[in-house]
């Protein structure tokens, strides 16, 4: 009889089945390789580390309890776990309507680019910039900012967000647009910053996170140079505007 694959290359709706059968490796596995998106979700949506952690526990105590019940033909595993997470996490809020500011503790983001040289004075603007950034999408009214959480932060798809979210593909699709139209206005207003259309880069789509992040759909909030790019948004004057001139 051939031996049983490794945990660690077994599909995640087959750890999730070997989980729910009582199976305590598979959910280990399946806590190792999902609960830092779970975690990630939680967190961007709350601003808060605490709450963010205990939102991990509810979620994967559903698993242990209900994860018989997932349907691979609805949702992918890790949509299943973000929607159950997106139920907790709007629980949390309408019972403590102090959760908006971000705490400071780390959020398992990228960290500060190591060239060998420490610059006090750009980590410190590079915070800023990614503090900004941070509370402009959790200013977002609750639908959007779960419209650029799930696709622009964890990277799902329009059909998983959707599954996520409990809601059609075109309803999301309609809300990322709005949202990130609302988070170009909140950046150019709060911090005053020039806010163009994105460029394509050839061969480099980038990754996701609040250092520097461009996602396969083209938008860009932060980069280590500090531009904010967004799909739709009119390039705003740089300079001081020219005497006599129309105003921009």
Same mark, same amino acid.
């Given at each position: 009889?051939?031996?049983a694959?490794?945990?660690?290359r ?6 999730l089945?070997q ?8 959910f ?21 580390v605490?709450?963010a952690?205990?939102?991990v526990?509810?979620?994967f ?5 209900? $994860?018989?019940r997932y349907d691979a $033909?609805r949702a992918?595993?890790?949509? &299943?776990?973000?929607?159950?997470a997106?139920n ?6 309408e ?5 908006t ?6 959020d398992g983001g ?12 750009a ?14 999408v959790?200013a ?7 419209a ?32 990130r ?7 150019a207003?709060s911090g005053?910053?020039g ?8 061969g ?6 609040w250092?520097? &992040?461009?996602?396969?759909r ?10 904010h ?20």
């Amino acid at each position: 009889m051939p031996a049983a694959p490794p945990t660690d290359r077994v599909p995640d709706d087959e750890l999730l089945r070997q989980a729910a059968g009582g199976d305590a490796q598979a959910f280990a596995e399946l806590f190792r390789r999902r609960h830092p998106g779970v975690f990630r979700f939680a967190l961007h949506m709350t601003g808060s580390v605490s709450t963010a952690e205990d939102v991990v526990q509810d979620v994967f105590m559903v698993v242990v309890r209900d $994860g018989a019940r997932y349907d691979a $033909g609805r949702a992918t595993v890790a949509a &299943w776990l973000c929607g159950i997470a997106r139920n907790f996490v709007r629980q949390r809020l309408e019972q403590d309507r102090r959760l908006t500011p971000v705490d400071s503790a780390d959020d398992g983001g990228p960290s500060a680019i190591d060239n060998g040289a420490v610059d006090p004075l750009a980590d410190l603007l590079r915070a800023e910039r990614i503090e900004k950034v941070r509370r402009a999408v959790q200013a977002l009214p609750l639908p959007y900012r779960e419209a650029v959480v799930l696709c622009d932060l964890q990277e799902l798809s329009y059909e998983e967000a959707a599954a996520a979210a409990g809601c059609p593909v075109g309803t999301v699709r309609s809300r990322l647009h709005r949202a990130r139209m609302m988070l170009a206005a909140r950046l150019a207003i709060s911090g005053r910053i020039g806010c163009r259309r994105p460029r394509r880069a050839a061969g480099a789509e980038g990754r996701l996170g609040w250092a520097g &992040w461009r996602n396969k759909r083209g938008a860009r909030l932060i980069t280590e140079g500090g531009a904010h790019e967004l799909p739709g948004v009119r390039e705003r004057h740089r300079g001081p505007r020219p005497r006599g001139g129309p105003e921009r």
